[in-house]
């Protein structure tokens, strides 16, 4: 019983580097998210996915890009990492959003970029 | 910008004593919940009271909602060792038209004291 699955869970990255952070869920939720929590803060929504196929943006999209080709896999990829981009990524599946159900969040990749 | 603010930041009681934390938001919302993140870990939901709700039970939890205060409480009772975490609320995030996420405060960081 995995539930939420990130890899890798600890990442060095020199600026301008690109990487994907890994998200993968096994109890069939339709709606899956991105978060980043710095020191201090609470979560931030970076990009959620209501179903395969389908993606929007959050609260903090930029520098983010995602894609959802299957409803298991909801992957996070940055383009040309920066310094401000240093960060805790968590990513989180519901149910079905709008049944004010619970969210199930990974263990989080804390990510470094120097 | 973030919609729940937790009060207090930080919380340090002995054991067996009871811990409130309180959280205050901004707008209107069909729900709220309440999350715990041990150190270095992932969030885990510990509870959801809908809008319509004024208090709910879970355990040794209780949640308490005041939509015309827009504010809720949470009590854990007879606190342990095992407690000692970060608590966030979470109420939902809006895009523009209907929830399509989740928006957390900065946490309440509860100490248990042996």
């Known amino acids: 019983n995995a539930g939420v699955t990130q890899t890798p869970k600890f990442q060095v990255l020199k600026t301008g580097q690109s990487m994907t952070l890994q998200c993968a869920q096994d109890?069939?939720?339709?709606?899956m998210s991105w978060y980043r929590q710095d020191p201090g803060m609470g979560l931030r929504l970076i990009h959620y996915?209501?179903?395969?196929?389908?993606?929007d943006q959050g609260e903090v999209p930029n520098g983010y890009n995602v894609s959802r080709s299957t409803t298991e896999d909801f992957p996070l990829r940055l383009l040309s990492a920066a310094p401000s981009q240093t960060s805790v990524y968590f990513c989180?599946?519901?149910?079905?959003?709008?049944?004010?159900?619970?969210?199930?969040f990974g263990q989080g990749t804390r990510l470094t970029v120097v | 910008s973030q919609q729940g603010e937790e009060d207090p930041q930080a919380l340090s009681i002995q054991e067996g004593e009871n811990a409130t934390m309180n959280c205050s938001y901004k707008?209107?919302?069909?729900?709220l919940q309440w999350y715990r993140q041990n150190s270095g870990r992932g969030l885990v939901h510990l509870i959801l009271i809908r809008s319509n709700e004024r208090e709910k039970h879970s355990g040794r939890l209780r949640v308490t909602l005041d939509t015309s205060k827009k504010s809720s409480s949470l009590l854990i009772t007879a606190s342990r060792a095992a407690d000692t975490a970060s608590y966030f609320c979470a109420t939902d995030w809006y895009s523009g038209g209907g929830a399509d996420g989740l928006t957390f405060g900065k946490g309440t960081h509860l100490i248990i004291q042996p």
């Open positions: 109890m069939n939720h339709e709606y």
């Open positions: 989180a599946s519901t149910g079905w959003w709008g049944e004010n159900t619970e969210a199930f």
């Open positions: 707008t209107s919302i069909n729900n």
């Open positions: 996915s209501v179903g395969a196929g389908i993606t």
